[in-house]
């Protein structure tokens, strides 16, 4: 494997200009082909890229379930989704929709102030076992080439109510996301002593979809089967995929683009360690429920 260091980074402030735009390859110095690990000036890790790192067996498995998810959208991606917001029907804005899910473990978030599993995972629990054995090995790839940050993961997984957690790994939470190509952001809420977990699977024939790091001028052309660990909290986004897929102007999708990019991100929430166990948390959901029924009763 091939390892250096970046000698230097993009300001802050000039890559925060970027943040919600798309990127082209004029943003990037350096295409990431083969295997390699990256490290920031200060020695700490960037990025380590895997080609191949998933087997037939393991996408065999998982990508057909993977693939169910296509058709689910969000509005909840911000910056990541690009492009303006668009109105709802009261004066609230959302992000444009996209085709992404989160799957496995939520914590609490909007108007659910309570743990839970998302609603996919409850309801299709045997194909949920099923990426076990893919998110096995990704964690596997984690503790072996960044160890340290495996360590500070698996110790907050230990601190997890274990119906939070996938077993074996130490990850809480799966976001799935297809064939769109997502603007420059940072994650937000999963470990920042951690780091994220991305596998690419394709499907079809396209062109683009890099993954980038404007800061470091750098870009990975993730291909089937790929794994790439990074630090999601630097800036990073995709450039377009080649043919574009034609999207309405709330995101949805047109028709069929004729190719698939379904990336895989593994990671652990933060906030998962203030969780009960599922018990406590059901409680938590029916007080909820009911201080909410008695103050639309009482309008």
Known sequence: MLTYRARDKMPDEYVAQMEGKFLSEKDISLL?????????????????????????????QSYPIL???????????GMAAGGARVKGPSARSYAKEVD????????????????????WTRDSWEDWKGLWPLLNEISRHLAENVPDR??????????????????????????????????????KGDLNEGFSTLVVFRE???KGGWLCLPAYRVAIDMQDCDLLLMD????????????????????????????????????????MTECGSAEDEAQRAQVYAENRLAAMVGE
């Open 150 to 187: 495996y360590a500070n993961q698996a110790l907050k997984a230990q601190a997890t109510a274990p119906e939070w957690v996938i077993p074996g790994t130490p990850f809480t939470t799966v976001t799935v996301n297809n064939t769109y190509a997502t603007s420059v952001h940072t994650d």
């Open 32 to 60: 990431v082909t083969g295997p390699t690990k990256i490290l920031k000036p200060d020695g700490s890790p960037l990025l380590v890229y895997l080609p191949k790192a998933i087997s037939l067996e393991l996408r065999e």
């Open 100 to 119: 992404s899910a989160m799957i496995g473990a939520s914590d609490p978030q909007g108007q659910r102030r309570y743990c839970r599993l998302t609603a």
């Open 232 to 271: 999601a909290h630097e800036f990073h986004g995709n450039t377009p995929f080649d043919p574009d897929p034609l999207r309405k102007p709330n995101g949805i999708l047109e028709q069929d683009p004729g190719f698939e990019r379904i990336s895989i991100v593994s990671y652990f929430r933060t906030k």
């Open 67 to 77: 693939h169910t998810l296509k058709s689910s959208y969000t509005s909840n991606r």
């Open 204 to 206: 079809g024939e396209f």
